[in-house]
């Protein structure tokens, strides 16, 4: 009992609601005429408010409550005759046309919205439009009602969870969200797709990362930079590997900032000079002097006690005694990016010995005494007991004399000289044997001979030193070879070395040690044009550092009229002498762009990326100078009517992509979505070529609906001479472009005839395309029969010739009968329309005979049907015959009968793999579900939303899952266009092919299958670590090695998530010392990091 309370409560409260309900467009309503079944059916309130109501035809119902109209189809019936007395009218509403909002400017899907209430939240509108477009300025966006009225609204304050939050707008409202510069962040540098990415409140760095692509390899994962005149002095660094690992929280970007990824290279730390392995390594955080190098196999035995640390930005290198570094007095030094370690060679610690058991170079290390003593104890020469004097000469040629033993410290480079007899020449340096050469009391002592004797100088053999008592000379080594000089004894022969000439160049693009031939001239010019690094247009400023620690600057520009001589071991900085501009969005290759000095121009930077796509809109160039922004037409700067931009240093370059640009176009050959590329203009020759269906001789007419409802038809044959520019978004209906007839009866070739355009469509064209008539013919009752027009005419013969020729009506029918033959033409809503032969001795059949004959009625309830006979045209209630109250009459031979039929039960689908028309039957709702169903594209499991373009113009848009349980009733000759329905999401880390994956309907969206397509995670991945951040910002942390085993259920991906497969970071040690291979120690992932196995 209880039940049927609430249930008449609920039905009450029902009524009481729809009491007052005014019919809008849309509305299916049922009418029930009482005790008059066949009266009763369900009428569709069309777009002019009215509806047709079977027998009363159309009545304005716009505006009405259930109850008026309730009122006026009782009076109708009753005051047309229909019934006799007034009836009991039933009206209630079937389904209600949806309530109408409207949302325009920067939304993924502008236009109509339907809704099920007569209110709707802001945010529900903003989804059922796609979500905000890139351009959308939240801040400046506004609602205008169905009264015109105007109030401002802040979507950002919504969108974050404010007030306005639960703001419903009434029906009839427009949001517009106009376009803003703050409502994008652009990213730059270091991305897979540098790009321009929409700017939703609370959206993260992490997330902008992935919806750019991913970073590249070289990208400084440690510090992102970040600019916005929203944060503290306008630039941030954030260290992203720190919020990946969990060790910090992933910011939210301001509206407008541009994030750029460095490229890590120029965070290297440079190790010149003497070192085991001299090289460029990654700079990480905290990276140390002893740990830097250990990277690179510590020192050489001839490296100096004292290395430099130049650092960017500071003029004076930082001195750094190695000694006490390794010995612990001296802290170890924090290193930072871009740093350059520079450690000199040793000045050389050596003396030559010339003795008759011994005669070459003795080398000290920097630990050792220089001393005379240690030197003979090194070659095993020290004798206290030998008597003999020995002589030292020092590198200025001064001769000193000293007892064996007595010890002196000497001077690098000196020579000792141990005394034996007196023809005795003393030969050291690079000579193949060093030593004491004698000779014999009547030779003579020449250089030359000496050189010989003692085999000859070594392939470093530079100048030739001769030291005697008198002073010291210099030779070459062609001139000593050859040299008859007479040579006192005792006499010095020193072969020095060859002259070792050599720099270290620090520059963004090449480096290291770089070696000068012996008749290469040792000048900066010469240096900078051998690395290709010479630009004497450059006001840039190079660095020079010599052996000794001197700094010295000098500006590019001078080397155009002066040059510089180079020191060996010196270290040359060389600044970048091009110019980078950051260029993005639609060109062919996005990213930094070097130019020259005398290339800084917009088109150039252009050019330089590759040329603009395609799609890109060069009407709104955007360039950013610092914080001065500026929008360029370069349309106009390649016409020459605007002069190209100059632009600097470092300067940002955005193009745009153009609004989506395309028509529908519908026909019998070919159709479906044309687009246009950004240089194409959109007119209706161009549509149709696209498709190649100009036909130019074609008479016939074409129907073009512009997005507002417009609608306006162009003959084919006017392109010819003109062309018709179109709205974006039209649907142009394009006609067969050849005439069609149907011949039957007695021709040679009964059928149907297809003459293309260009051949007149005329009674003897026609009947000579199916072959002519028979000698059975009946030559003067040839009927042309017009089943639009439901009009018939007769012809013989003779008009085959005439002047001018009968012309057919395109789709006509064409009867040649047998002589004395009867036949019967039915057309319209039958089932098998067409001639009907009867037989000569048959009587005239009657008319439901010939409806039974032809397949029966299309729509059973069809009322009235027209006759054309020679009698003229008259009118029959159809269903009055079928009823008996009427007699069925008899059809005379050569009639034509009419059944009216119901016009336009179709409706169009387009959508990227099938489309075309679709017809429904006379039995059958026109829906957008059944629509959907017969093209076998209805999904409820889809996001997707179809839009749905009434005759009236008007769009309305419903998402394809909720036809599940509300479907949506079309106007016939609606179009419905499916959407292209993928699901993406972002992959970055170790997998092979970071970035965006998409996913096609049906497919399953999982974590296995999202890294299968990405190639399959690498080597050093973390599998047990990946983090998997949905699209509202939520992050779990999972382990896809239990799914991969079979010991869990793979994990559901949602569209538009963002994961992370963790990349393992390789423990490192740094060894250095008396080890027997030092350097740095990497600890696999299933390694302890001991000491012991270090």
């Given at each position: 009992m209880r039940v049927r309370i609430i249930s008449l409560l609920i039905l009450l409260l029902l009524t009481v609601s729809l009491f007052g309900y005014s019919v809008r467009p849309g509305d299916l309503l049922t009418v029930s005429v009482y005790g008059s079944a066949d009266l009763s059916s369900e009428i569709l309130v069309g777009p002019d408010g009215s509806a047709s109501v079977p027998?009363?035809?159309?009545?304005?119902?716009?505006?009405?409550?259930?109850?008026?109209?309730?009122?006026?189809?009782?009076?109708?019936?009753?005051?047309?005759?229909?019934?006799?007395?007034?009836?009991?009218?039933?009206?209630?509403?079937?389904?209600?046309?949806?309530?109408?909002?409207?949302?325009?400017?920067?939304?993924?899907?502008?236009?109509?919205?339907?809704?099920?209430?007569?209110?709707?939240?802001?945010?529900?509108?903003?989804?059922?439009?796609?979500?905000?477009?890139?351009?959308?300025?939240?801040?400046?966006?506004?609602?205008?009602?169905?009264?015109?009225?105007?109030?401002?609204?802040?979507?950002?304050?919504?969108?974050?969870?404010?007030?306005?939050?639960?703001?419903?707008?009434?029906?009839?409202?427009?949001?517009?969200?106009?376009?803003?510069?703050?409502?994008?962040?652009?990213?730059?540098?270091?991305?897979?797709?540098?790009?321009?990415?929409?700017?939703?409140?609370?959206?993260?760095?992490?997330?902008?990362?992935?919806?750019?692509?991913?970073?590249?390899?070289?990208?400084?994962?440690?510090?992102?930079?970040?600019?916005?005149?929203?944060?503290?002095?306008n630039t941030a660094a954030i260290n992203l590997n720190a919020i990946l690992s969990g060790r910090s929280k992933d910011i939210q970007l301001p509206a407008g900032s541009i994030v750029i990824a460095n490229d890590s290279s120029s965070k290297s730390v440079k190790l010149l000079g003497e070192f085991n392995n001299p090289a460029s390594i990654p700079y990480h955080?905290?990276?140390?002097?002893?740990?830097?190098?250990?990277?690179?196999?510590?020192?050489?035995?001839?490296?100096?006690?004292?290395?430099?640390?130049?650092?960017?930005?500071?003029?004076?290198?930082?001195?750094?005694?190695?000694?006490?570094?390794?010995?612990?007095?001296?802290?170890?030094?924090?290193?930072?990016?871009?740093?350059?370690?520079?450690?000199?060679?040793?000045?050389?610690?050596?003396?030559?010995?010339?003795?008759?058991?011994?005669?070459?170079?003795?080398?000290?290390?920097?630990?050792?005494?220089?001393?005379?003593?240690?030197?003979l104890v090194k070659v095993d020469l020290y004798d206290p007991s030998n008597q003999d004097s020995i002589i030292v000469v020092e590198p200025s040629g001064e001769r000193l004399e000293y007892s064996q033993g007595e010890d002196v410290e000497l001077e690098p480079g000196s020579m000792i000289i141990l005394p034996r007899g007196e023809k005795n020449v003393f030969v050291t340096g690079e000579i193949m044997n060093p030593g004491s050469m004698s000779f014999a009391n009547f030779e003579e002592i020449t250089l030359g001979k000496a050189i010989a004797k003692s085999g000859g100088v070594t392939e470093s053999a530079g100048m030739v030193e001769l030291i005697t008592e008198s002073g010291t000379r210099l030779f070459s080594i062609e001139e000593s070879t050859k040299s008859s000089l007479i040579l006192s004894p005792q006499s010095i022969v020193h072969v020095k070395e060859k002259e070792q000439r050599y720099v270290y160049v620090i520059s963004s693009t090449e480096g290291g040690r770089v070696d000068f031939g012996e008749k290469e001239s040792f000048t900066l010019r010469n240096l900078l044009a051998k690395m290709n690094l010479l630009n004497l247009s450059s006001d840039k400023d190079i660095s020079i550092i010599d052996a000794s620690g001197k700094s010295q600057v000098l500006s590019a520009s001078r080397l155009s009229f002066d040059d510089y001589s180079l020191e060996t071991g010196s270290i040359v900085i060389v600044p970048d002498t091009s110019t980078w501009i950051y260029v993005f969005g639609e060109v062919g290759r996005p990213g930094k762009v070097e130019l020259d000095k005398d290339d800084l121009l917009l088109t150039r930077a252009i050019s330089a990326s590759g040329g603009f796509t395609q799609n890109a809109d060069?009407?709104?160039?955007?360039?950013?100078?610092?914080?001065?922004?500026?929008?360029?037409?370069?349309?106009?700067?390649?016409?020459?009517?605007?002069?190209?931009?100059?632009?600097?240093?470092?300067?940002?370059?955005?193009?745009?992509?153009?609004?989506?640009?395309?028509?529908?176009?519908?026909?019998?050959?070919?159709?479906?979505?044309?687009?246009?590329?950004?240089?194409?203009?959109?007119?209706?020759?161009?549509?149709?070529?696209?498709?190649?269906?100009?036909?130019?001789?074609?008479?016939?007419?074409?129907?073009?609906?512009?997005?507002?409802?417009?609608?306006?038809?162009?003959?084919?044959?006017?392109?010819?001479?003109?062309?018709?520019?179109?709205?974006?978004?039209?649907?142009?209906?394009?006609?067969?472009?050849?005439?069609?007839?149907?011949?039957?009866?007695?021709?040679?070739?009964?059928?149907?005839?297809?003459?293309?355009?260009?051949?007149?469509?005329?009674?003897?064209?026609?009947?000579?395309?199916?072959?002519?008539?028979?000698?059975?013919?009946?030559?003067?009752?040839?009927?042309?029969?017009?089943?639009?027009?439901?009009?018939?005419?007769?012809?013989?013969?003779?008009?085959?010739?005439?002047?001018?020729?009968?012309?057919?009506?395109?789709?006509?029918?064409?009867?040649?009968?047998?002589?004395?033959?009867?036949?019967?033409?039915?057309?319209?809503?039958?089932?098998?329309?067409?001639?009907?032969?009867?037989?000569?001795?048959?009587?005239?059949?009657?008319?439901?005979?010939?409806?039974?004959?032809?397949?029966?009625?299309?729509?059973?309830?069809?009322?009235?049907?027209?006759?054309?006979?020679?009698?003229?045209?008259?009118?029959?209630?159809?269903?009055?015959?079928?009823?008996?109250?009427?007699?069925?009459?008899?059809?005379?031979?050569?009639?034509?009968?009419?059944?009216?039929?119901?016009?336009?039960?179709?409706?169009?689908?387009?959508?990227?793999?099938?489309?075309g028309r679709v017809d429904f039957a006379s039995n059958e709702e026109i829906t957008l579900r059944t629509a959907l169903a017969k093209q076998n594209q209805l999904d409820f499991d889809s996001s997707g939303r179809v839009t749905v373009i009434l005759p009236d113009g008007s769009k309305r848009e419903r998402q394809i899952s909720d036809l599940k349980d509300n479907d949506m009733i079309l106007s016939p000759g609606s179009i419905v266009v499916y959407p292209d329905v993928v699901r993406q999401v972002f992959v970055v880390g170790a997998v092979n092919n970071p970035g965006l994956v998409l996913f096609e309907p049906g497919d399953k969206v999982t974590l296995t299958t999202l890294l299968a397509r990405a190639g399959g995670m690498t080597p050093l991945a973390l599998g047990n670590k990946i983090q998997i951040t949905d699209p509202f910002g939520r992050t779990t942390t999972v382990s896809v090695d239990p799914i991969l085993l079979g010991k869990a259920l793979d994990l559901s991906l949602e569209d538009g998530s963002f994961v992370y497969v963790p990349i393992y970071e390789p423990v490192r040690v740094s060894v250095i010392g008396e080890v027997k291979s030092p350097g740095t120690v990497e600890f696999a992932k299933n390694e302890s990091p001991t000491a012991l196995l270090a």
């Open positions: 027998p009363l035809g159309n009545v304005v119902l716009l505006g009405k409550t259930l109850e008026e109209i309730q009122s006026l189809l009782s009076s109708q019936f009753l005051s047309q005759g229909i019934l006799t007395s007034k009836p009991q009218v039933t009206v209630s509403v079937k389904s209600f046309a949806p309530f109408m909002f409207y949302v325009l400017g920067e939304v993924s899907k502008p236009g109509a919205i339907e809704w099920h209430d007569t209110t709707i939240g802001i945010s529900q509108l903003l989804a059922l439009a796609g979500g905000l477009g890139d351009g959308a300025d939240l801040s400046s966006s506004f609602v205008v009602g169905k009264d015109g009225s105007r109030k401002q609204i802040d979507l950002s304050s919504i969108l974050y969870g404010g007030a306005a939050l639960t703001e419903r707008l009434p029906e009839g409202s427009t949001l517009f969200v106009p376009a803003g510069a703050r409502a994008w962040i652009m990213t730059m540098g270091e991305f897979r797709s540098p790009s321009l990415v929409k700017f939703n409140p609370g959206i993260t760095l992490t997330q902008v990362i992935a919806k750019s692509g991913g970073l590249t390899e070289e990208a400084d994962t440690e510090e992102i930079l970040l600019i916005s005149d929203d944060i503290e002095d955080e905290k990276l140390t002097l002893l740990q830097a190098i250990g990277k690179v196999g510590g020192l050489r035995q001839t490296a100096s006690d004292e290395l430099y640390i130049l650092r960017i930005g500071l003029a004076i290198p930082e001195s750094v005694e190695v000694s006490s570094l390794f010995g612990g007095s001296v802290e170890d030094i924090t290193l930072n990016p871009g740093d350059t370690i520079f450690v000199p060679r040793q000045q050389e610690r050596f003396v030559y010995i010339a003795s008759a058991s011994f005669g070459g170079k003795v080398e000290f290390s920097t630990d050792e005494k220089l001393s005379l003593l240690s030197a060069i009407s709104s160039i955007q360039v950013l100078s610092g914080s001065d922004a500026a929008e360029i037409d370069l349309d106009e700067v390649l016409r020459g009517s605007s002069k190209d931009l100059s632009i600097k240093y470092d300067d940002l370059i955005y193009v745009p992509r153009i609004d989506n640009r395309f028509v529908y176009v519908i026909s019998e050959a070919s159709g479906g979505k044309v687009d246009f590329s950004a240089g194409e203009s959109i007119t209706l020759r161009n549509a149709l070529a696209k498709l190649n269906l100009v036909e130019i001789s074609s008479e016939k007419e074409i129907l073009v609906i512009s997005p507002e409802g417009d609608k306006f038809e162009i003959p084919v044959s006017s392109l010819r001479n003109s062309d018709r520019e179109l709205e974006t978004g039209s649907v142009i209906f394009y006609p067969q472009a050849s005439n069609v007839a149907n011949v039957l009866g007695q021709v040679r070739n009964p059928g149907t005839v297809t003459l293309k355009p260009g051949i007149p469509f005329n009674l003897s064209t026609v009947i000579a395309a199916a072959g002519g008539i028979t000698d059975l013919a009946d030559r003067y009752n040839i009927a042309v029969i017009d089943s639009k027009s439901a009009s018939t005419v007769t012809y013989s013969v003779e008009d085959l010739s005439s002047d001018p020729i009968p012309a057919i009506p395109d789709g006509a029918t064409i009867f040649v009968p047998e002589m004395d033959s009867k036949y019967v033409y039915i057309l319209g809503g039958v089932r098998e329309p067409g001639m009907k032969l009867i037989n000569r001795e048959e009587t005239n059949p009657t008319l439901t005979k010939l409806i039974a004959i032809s397949g029966g009625l299309t729509d059973p309830l069809t009322k009235e049907i027209e006759i054309v006979d020679v009698s003229g045209r008259r009118r029959l209630d159809l269903q009055e015959i079928l009823g008996g109250s009427t007699q069925d009459p008899q059809i005379a031979s050569g009639t034509i009968i009419y059944v009216p039929e119901i016009f336009g039960r179709f409706v169009y689908v387009i959508s990227r793999e099938k489309g």
